[in-house]
């Protein structure tokens, strides 16, 4: 039987990735006019062209995704959202259902794949976590977005959760900069896509129903940098935890 699921998983992530590259070539020219927009405006179409590309890979991947908790994103309001990351699967799942305009700290190295990477820049900013220099320019950059109104997508953890915890201790950053700019804080967690595409497994993606639930924010107000990750860290294990034991 594990066999079975090993020759299956690494089949399906073969027809994964055929339909991504399928997928993406034919919403790419569309994606790409957000360029001729204003930038919130031209943000907001291009999350709503993610979202439509997402709908339809994942339902051919046979990994719908439930999103709650919407309500959660006051009108008006600009968001940091924080995510817990188990898979690569994390990365196109996230930003593209977060309401409204956003953009996601992300690798500056993926820009450098051909014509994906143009597509990877119009979403992200980009840093090279290794270049002090890099880190303080993501850092003002992130600091615009949220200016201009969008929300600001960040995974806590740092890279994906390798570790037996449920979810990894966070680093400082997005409650940084939660409390340098006044910014409350939207936790998102994740669920199912451990199990879809397993952080010990190269190349293998099975069909899993996917979860994507928004708690409610947390002010960054009167909080020190150190208590808002604590209490965000709190709230994100006690909610993936219940998810786990519903869903096994």
């Avoid at 959660?72 to 600009?78: L, P, T």
């Avoid at 305009?101 to 500056?108: D, G």
């Amino acid at each position: 039987m594990k066999t079975a699921t090993n020759i299956f998983g690494r089949l399906w992530a073969f027809w994964g990735l055929i339909t991504f590259l399928i997928t993406f070539l034919i919403i790419f020219p569309f994606a790409m006019l957000s360029h001729l927009m204003e930038e919130t405006k031209g943000q907001k179409y291009f999350i709503a062209v993610s979202r439509l590309w997402m709908n339809v890979w994942l339902f051919l991947v046979g990994c719908p995704v439930t999103v709650t908790g919407r309500e959660h994103f006051k009108k008006g309001n600009a968001y940091i959202v924080v995510f817990n990351h188990n898979a690569l699967l994390d990365v196109p799942l996230s930003a593209p259902y977060v309401p409204g305009a956003n953009k996601t700290i992300a690798k500056a190295s993926f820009a450098k794949i051909p014509l994906f990477g143009l597509f990877y820049s119009r979403g992200s900013i980009l840093v090279d976590r290794k270049d002090e220099k890099s880190r303080s320019k993501s850092f003002d950059a992130m600091k615009k977005v949220l200016a201009r109104g969008m929300h600001m997508c960040i995974y806590p953890e740092g890279a994906r959760n390798r570790t037996n915890e449920p979810i990894k201790p966070f680093y400082d950053g997005a409650f940084r900069l939660a409390v340098s700019t006044n910014t409350d804080i939207i936790p998102c967690v994740i669920t199912g896509t451990k199990k879809a595409m397993p952080i010990n497994k190269n190349f293998f993606l099975l069909p899993v129903k996917l979860k994507m639930q928004f708690l409610p924010a947390e002010t960054s107000k009167d909080n020190t940098v150190t208590e808002l990750k604590e209490k965000v860290h709190a709230e994100m294990l006690k909610e993936y935890v219940r998810e786990l034991g519903i869903r096994n």
